[in-house]
């Protein structure tokens, strides 16, 4: 914060009484992190305000807060300890604390309503719960500052931008010098107090959410003061907002009820608008403490785990106007991407009326002035976008357009309800989408038929599994066929088998469309194969880390959704949350099936039933033998970008050559643009001499979770053979992700003769045309040589990307 001094703190630090409860179970993380480094691990940091303090951050598996019983000695989501020597002893401080892991209503058995009947006591406040990050502050020492983000502290890897702790610590001096402190009188207020505080950085110019905040509202809003200490235990709310207003902090709204039938009552009727005093909210945090004893275990599973007096949270949410805004965003983007036109819209995603309004208003503002949606994709003016629609929307024009799009959906839903009597739910997906835990989710709130092409043995599985699909049907007005449906014939395979069944059956998909880089997809879908471990059939992580070869294998085969291969379609998102995806998935069946809306607590259950879920069979697994598998020929950063998107874009400027743009247009019409494209590092021709550097690569792959790198790519160049991206930075792009510093090490080792020829290779002009061509053609234009070589500028694109080993 203020300049790093760095102080002989010996004698401080030695005169500390470190709690014994603390310490011990600090010492239970370090065992925990040296037995299981998946299940916990810690990421040593230096203090930006002393470097000679060493900060230690843990980090437990975010999977694993919902075991029952838990597997972590505490359930603090935040947590930052210090090593420190007393009497020739080394003792653990915990320097700062966040809230313990708080829960949905319904998602583990202690937060139903009658468990919180029966198990809390009043008051009960509940606070609005911020749309933005969470910031920890602490005393580092009697007069300098710790300011953190969940996890990690300490300034961004990534080239011109700030992380959230920094940002974080400039708000907090702004706030402090607003309201007349310094940072030495607030730090030795929590060194005195034993305090963490914790805010939310609410701050739309550094990062956009799905919620606006007003000039008012920006910065950090104080909502906890945390004891720095093992047990949860936090202030009061009053205490809270009273030391916000002192030291300069937003307060964070709140209301105070008496009994949880007023909470249930109270959060329904907020939940049915979406608002609470004149603007969208996410939810409430509910702010109480435990009244009762835990029973012993077997004869009251509802019981909180929590000594009686211990603070307690739970939190209610609300899905909409959420899912909608969001759907809002994603079209919005598809039609910057690819043009204007509804054409370039699946109708899947205009299922809602007001979807439906607002594509009309945004394709004519896009064609009106698309100046004003310059920077959407990179993630600015996404709510000003939105503000303005429902504005608009108040108009008697916007009104009239929502009313009869409405009465419009209302009719088709009639007929086609009355044209149906059963349903089959059909998943279009890849490994790791999440479709069976949607799929158990479901099938535990409506009671559907649910059965899984993975529980079927044998090669030829698939006409075994259409019976099981008809044969529920039998007894079941829907059945779940829950399997990656990504081929054309197996949607096909659906509907031939059940087009002449009485009454007719409607196939209705849950469509985890492409939108998009296949990059990111498999990321995202590699990640969580990793994260379920051995809760699957047949498809788990290992260290070869086959289980991505399959994941793309999916992807390169996956055929797109048609419009007239299903009744009914539902666009879902790749990217989003098991909470976010359900809730997805829920209004889709009450909007197409007429079932009942669920309860805040019969989501939770049905969370809960999905993480809890365990297949039935399993094959193969660690009995059986990995086979050996091949070494990889290279490896490479597989930067997140739709080559062809972006270059579509680029191309219909007028700075580009004609002879560029003919081009282009050949190597899109002879489908020579590349779905996958690489940045590769070191290759296995070149051993034994880049050893190192292949080990180094190496290295990163095999890591569970590897670092994830920033990237920019900054112009296009070729000549009349190949063309190619030109790869200027490569970075850390989130210390999240690089929690042993070993990206950031890969960086900072990089040859400089690596650097000079980092690219993507676009395509070339045929097969006889080899792709190293490339490199080559880069190389040469870096060093400024123009014969027979054109090229243009990209604006500022920055892309993520992983290290991995390819074969081909």
């Not at 010996?10 to 992190?33: C, M, P, T």
């Not at 007393?86 to 892991?101: L, S, W």
């Not at 300011?147 to 702790?165: D, R, Y």
């Not at 999240?736 to 900072?748: C, I, M």
Request: net charge neutral; with cysteine; proline share 5%.
């Amino acid at each position: 914060m203020a300049a790093t001094q760095t102080t002989d703190l010996s004698g401080l630090f030695s005169k500390l009484k470190i709690d014994d409860g603390d310490h011990a179970l600090v010492e239970k993380l370090v065992q925990l992190s040296q037995k299981s480094p998946k299940l916990v691990k810690s990421t040593t940091y230096e203090a930006p305000a002393d470097p000679s303090i060493a900060i230690r951050s843990w980090k437990m598996n975010e999977f694993k807060y919902y075991d029952i019983p838990s597997p972590f000695p505490t359930l603090a989501r935040g947590l930052f300890t210090q090593d420190i020597e007393v009497d020739g002893q080394t003792k653990h401080r915990i320097v700062a604390r966040g809230y313990d892991k708080f829960f949905n209503i319904g998602e583990v058995p202690w937060t139903t309503w009658g468990s919180l009947e029966a198990h809390t006591k009043p008051p009960y406040k509940l606070t609005l719960k911020s749309n933005g990050c969470i910031i920890f502050i602490a005393a580092l020492t009697p007069t300098k500052l710790l300011v953190t983000s969940k996890h990690s502290l300490g300034g961004s890897k990534a080239p011109m931008s700030e992380s959230h702790a920094q940002v974080g610590e400039r708000w907090l001096r702004k706030h402090l010098a607003d309201s007349g402190k310094t940072e030495e009188d607030l730090a030795n207020v929590l060194w005195e107090k034993k305090w963490t505080a914790v805010a939310e950085l609410c701050d739309d110019s550094f990062e956009e959410h799905v919620l606006p905040y007003s000039k008012d509202q920006t910065g950090l809003h104080l909502h906890g003061l945390n004891e720095s200490r093992g047990e949860f235990r936090t202030m009061q709310q009053d205490a809270v907002d009273a030391f916000a207003r002192e030291w300069g902090f937003i307060v964070t709204q709140s209301t105070v009820l008496n009994t949880i039938a007023e909470v249930k009552e109270f959060t329904e009727e907020v939940g049915k608008s979406g608002q609470w005093r004149g603007q969208a909210l996410e939810g409430f945090v509910v702010r109480t403490h435990v009244s009762e004893p835990p029973s012993k275990p077997g004869k009251d599973a509802s019981a909180s785990p929590y000594a009686p007096g211990s603070s307690f949270f739970f939190k209610v949410k609300f899905d909409e106007p959420y899912m909608m805004y969001r759907d809002w965003r994603e079209v919005t983007k598809t039609l910057l991407s690819k043009g204007p036109s509804t054409t370039n819209l699946s109708k899947a995603k205009m299922r809602r009326p007001e979807t439906q309004v607002y594509v009309k208003w945004v394709i004519s503002e896009i064609k009106r002035d698309r100046s004003q949606f310059a920077e959407f994709n990179k993630g600015r003016g996404i709510i000003a976008t939105r503000e303005r629609f429902l504005k608009w929307l108040e108009s008697g024009e916007g009104k009239d357009q929502l009313e009869g799009s409405s009465k419009e959906d209302e009719v088709k839903a009639v007929e086609a309800n009355t044209k149906f009597g059963k349903t089959v739910i059909v998943p279009v997906a890849v490994p790791g989408v999440g479709k069976t835990v949607i799929s158990v989710a479901l099938t535990h709130l409506f009671g559907f038929g649910h059965t899984q092409s993975d529980d079927v043995p044998g090669r030829k599985s698939g006409p075994q599994f259409i019976k099981n699909v008809v044969k529920l049907l039998e007894k079941h007005d829907v059945v779940i066929a829950d399997k990656n449906n990504h081929l054309r014939m197996h949607r096909k395979a659906l509907r031939d088998a059940t087009e002449d069944m009485q009454p007719p059956v409607r196939l209705l998909a849950l469509n985890w469309s492409f939108d998009l880089p296949l990059a990111t997809i498999h990321r995202i879908c590699g990640d969580r194969v990793t994260a379920r471990g051995e809760n699957h059939q047949s498809l788990r992580a290992d260290t070869a880390k086959s289980h991505e070869e399959v994941i793309w294998m999916f992807l390169q085969k996956a055929e797109e959704l048609l419009e007239n291969e299903v009744d009914e379609s539902v666009e879902m998102n790749i990217e989003e949350s098991l909470e976010d995806a359900l809730a997805r998935a829920v209004d889709a069946c009450v909007r197409i099936l007429g079932v009942p809306r669920p309860s805040a607590e019969q989501m939770g259950q049905a969370l809960a039933a999905a993480r809890a879920y365990s297949p039935k069979s399993r094959g193969g697994g660690p009995e059986k033998k990995e086979k050996k598998k091949a070494q990889p020929r290279y490896y490479a950063l597989l930067p997140e970008v739709d080559v062809e998107r972006l270059l579509d874009e680029r191309f219909k400027e007028d700075d580009v050559s004609k002879k560029g743009k003919e081009f282009y247009r050949a190597l899109k019409k002879n489908k020579r643009v590349t779905e996958r494209g690489h940045i590769t590092l070191v290759h296995e021709k070149n051993l034994p001499d880049d050893r190192e550097l292949w080990d180094r690569a190496k290295a990163l792959h095999a890591l569970p979770a590897s670092p994830l790198f920033s990237l920019r790519l900054t112009n296009v160049v070729w000549n009349d053979r190949v063309m190619a991206l030109v790869v200027a930075d490569v970075a850390v792009a989130s210390e999240e992700t690089d929690t042993e510093g070993k990206g950031v090490d890969f960086v900072v080792n990089m040859p400089e003769e690596l650097r000079n020829r980092l690219h993507v290779t676009v395509g070339t002009r045929g097969t006889d045309v080899p792709p190293v061509e490339a490199k080559d053609l880069v190389q040469r234009w870096k060093k400024g040589e123009a014969a027979g070589i054109e090229s243009c500028e990209l604006d500022d694109v920055w892309v993520k990307g992983r290290i991995r080993g390819l074969f081909n």
